[in-house]
């Protein structure tokens, strides 16, 4: 009964492939996240999406492509891996209530080689 | 923008007190959140203040002056699970579609025996 699942939990790459994560939640919510989180821990918001529509796009590279076929489910297809892409990236959704919190997913490491 | 201050490092003893404070500069606020993230884990959530004052859940409490700017999240009856790192985060927006969530840097919290 998890709530918020992604897949594959690491990823290890060489420069210039192309890969994709998979985020799933079954909480119901309407709005989903990716988020970046850096070796020194900072969290920063990627992308957001309300109902399978982008909301946010905060200045990401346009080699980081978002899909959400339905609003359970938000991908992210990275094109190009180059060795700054290596973090963990967290999906997250979040109900819509004002202070409704995110609910994160478990993370997916991953390193470019 | 947004901009949010936190300590790096804070260290206690078991059974002790530990307040871990937040500054923020934000262009529009929508409330103040505390999350807590185990080393390889998730963030996960533990609070969140929209107005000033003190809210308490068990062993945790988080306070916000919106005047001063400021937050701190206070651990009680501190135990060696407490170890982790504690994530500040503003809101700049009402509700599901327009809020985005802003993450300070952390402070890592060490529980000494």
């Known amino acids: 009964d998890t709530a918020v699942s992604q897949t594959p939990k690491y990823l290890v790459t060489q420069m210039g492939n192309d890969k994709s994560i998979k985020c799933e939640q079954n909480l119901g919510h309407d709005t989903m996240y990716w988020y970046k989180q850096d070796s020194k821990k900072f969290l920063k918001i990627m992308f957001s999406?309300?109902?399978?529509?982008?909301?946010i796009n905060e200045t990401v590279p346009n080699r980081f492509s978002p899909k959400s076929p339905d609003k359970a489910h938000l991908n992210l297809h990275i094109n190009s891996l180059e060795l700054g892409d290596s973090a963990v990236y967290f999906c997250?959704?979040?109900?819509?209530?004002?202070?409704?919190?995110?609910?994160f997913g478990n993370g997916t490491r991953l390193t470019v080689t | 923008g947004q901009s949010l201050e936190q300590p790096s490092e804070v260290t206690a003893v078991e059974g002790a007190i530990v307040q871990m404070n937040c500054t923020y500069q934000t262009s529009g606020f929508y409330g103040l959140s505390w999350y807590q993230q185990h080393d390889g884990g998730a963030p996960t959530f533990l609070s969140y203040n929209a107005l000033d004052g003190l809210e308490e859940t068990g062993r945790f409490s988080s306070f916000l002056s919106r005047s001063d700017s400021y937050g701190y999240l206070l651990l009680q009856e501190l135990q060696m699970k407490d170890s982790a790192s504690y994530f500040c985060?503003?809101?700049?927006?009402?509700?599901?579609?327009?809020?985005?969530?802003?993450f300070g840097r952390g402070t890592q919290l060490t529980v000494w025996p």
């Open positions: 999406y309300n109902n399978k529509e982008l909301i």
């Open positions: 997250a959704s979040r109900g819509g209530t004002a202070g409704s919190p995110l609910h």
């Open positions: 985060a503003v809101r700049d927006g009402r509700g599901s579609t327009l809020g985005r969530l802003y």
